[in-house]
């Protein structure tokens, strides 16, 4: 793992070993963060990462200039490896919570430019993601939800649904606040 871009690019990630994570592959992070480059300007969103795993994307943001970043994952040790990581950058705003993600979804009042969910594949409730995050007003009205997912999920029929698309095994769902697709 590699952050790609921005103040730390070509940084190398070294997760410790044994950690229940699946990151996110280099080839498909790259064109991820090709498509949001078209989208937003990386230096004025504020971002949420839904099971944030080994911060592969949360340092990712933040090594481009994001206002802030929130990683939350459930994992202990996730989190710490997030947080080491950030202070070895010295990333000022990029904070770490370990937490249960739903629960955090339902209490949160935060409002966010960019929020990513990269839940376990088998996760079954992966599917109503979407509908907490819409259904507690949590992205701003010209913000994304990008869900990573596997094949055996579809969100195409979700009102909020923009776009998926697939890189290997690899998809990633696009969604926008209802009303605002001009820039699909």
Known sequence: MRIIAGKFRGRILHPPKGLPVRPTTDLAKESLFNILNNRIDFETVRVLDL????????????????????????????????????????????FTIRGNVFGYLKTSSGKFDIIFADPPYDLQETITIPDLIFGHSLLESDGWLVIEHDAFKSFVSHANFVEERRYGKVHFSFFRVTGNFSEA
């Open 51 to 94: 099971f944030a795993g080994t911060g592969n994307i949360s340092l990712e943001f933040a090594s481009r200039g994001a206002t802030e970043v929130v990683a939350i994952d459930q994992n202990a040790k996730c989190v710490e490896f997030i947080r080491k990581s950030s202070l070895d950058m010295g990333f000022n705003d990029l």
